[in-house]
């Protein structure tokens, strides 16, 4: 079957989806339940998907484990519902005492919002727990955020940032590292924000208007982000790549590039677009070393690379290392404190798009839905463990924060209910409820309808 999405192969695309969504379906799922066993609720059913059964068994505690046919979610019917969104029973009479105490509805409100709040904590959690890993084996970036050089046509050139600059805030929220800036920029295409520098003792704020920059990926994917138009990666050698011309040339780990042939470079990016030019062109480069200056000749590599629209091109290349700081062990504690901090921002980060999106700054067309997700996990998985696992920790909080959306029928839902519930000291009546879940069912569906043409209308076969 032919590639219509750009994405690996149609089968490796399903199987990539199912493996995302099953788990984190079922550690949502497993929240809910766990914590109502905690409380002493019975489960009628545990299903991973909705409408028809496929396969099942019933445990002993007569609860009913059940793959279902549409893999799109899944749902746990605790003793005392009517129906798998957890609508209100309308009647319990026929129970004896002993099974009317293991309904869900007659429980305390406080743990029925536990149990519903359990299963967006536990995609939370996962996120945290992802995030903490990969600090724990990569370690953390630590770079000072200063201003080594600059891009063509950068914004921050423009205001009059200078190299040497160092960023303090932007906006006001304290800039401490490089990691730091994408928050205050890459959401904020064409916007100006107050960008404070320190520079030579003296503070200065420069507003500066953010490029609309449209990057794509090697899968064709685009997203247009803000951005500064600043390199903070000082042109350092740090390793080398390979057969390297740079390292037979006599370079060394820890020289200092300040010029390719004429071209004085304050920044790696300011080699890395010189050096692009020249594929198998003889040049020299000049780098400091102990306090002294070494012009070394060499000749540039050409090295065949495939664009994301699949065009070939030879740039060149002198295998060089460099980048933006240097990565620091960290130990569990700490990283678990950055799985943390990172989980927050990414929530942070959802809460803005959906802001821009409601105030007109961002198209609806954003918005995605299960097939682009599909497309996305094929992707992903096809760049091996570490970035699946990494998307993964990514779609998990996504269900996590959609959850917790105040609409009737997702866990939001029920838990404005219940905030209603401890405002009023009494529950809403059964039919309010019911037209609540209804409408927010409808609100769902429509959503995801929306969502699906989105994705349709961005595969290339439609001309996306």
Known sequence: MPDLTGSPNLLTTIFAF???????????????????????????????????????????????????????????????????????????????????????????????????????????????????????????????????????????????LEVGDRILAINGAKIGNVADIDQHTSFYPGKTVQVTVRRDGQELTLPTKLAAVELSDEFGNKATLGDLGIDFAAPLVSGFYGDSPARAAGMEVGDRIVAVGDVGVTSFRQVQDVIVAIPGKQTTVTVMRRGVAHVLPLTVASQSVTDAKGQSHTIGRIGVQSGVGRLEKVGAVEALGLGVDRSFMIVGNMITGIRQIITGDRSMRELGGPIKMAKYSGEQFSLGWGSFVFFAGMISINLAFINLLPIPGLDGGHLAFYAAELVRRKPLDVRSQEWAIRTGVAFVLALMLFVTVNDLASLPIFGG
């Not at 409380?39 to 998907?49: C, E, L, P, Q, R």
């Not at 519903?116 to 084996?137: E, K, Y």
Request: proline share 6%.
């Open 18 to 160: 199912l493996l995302l969504l099953g788990p984190l379906v079922l550690i949502h799922e497993l929240g809910h339940y766990l914590v109502g066993r905690l409380f002493g609720v019975k489960a009628n059913a545990f299903s991973i998907g909705f409408g028809k059964e496929i396969a099942g068994w019933t445990d002993r505690r007569g609860t009913r484990w059940k793959l279902s046919m549409l893999p799109l979610g899944g749902y746990v019917q605790f003793a005392g519902d009517m129906n798998p969104a957890s609508a209100p029973s309308a009647a319990e009479d026929g129970l004896s005492p002993e099974e009317r105490a293991q309904t869900f509805h007659v429980k305390p409100l406080w743990q029925r919002a536990l149990i519903v709040f359990a299963g967006p904590l536990t995609n939370f959690l996962l996120c945290v727990l992802i995030l903490a890993a990969f600090a724990w084996f990569n370690g953390k970036l630590v770079a000072d955020p200063d201003v080594a050089g600059f891009s063509q046509h950068s914004a921050a050139q423009a205001a009059g």
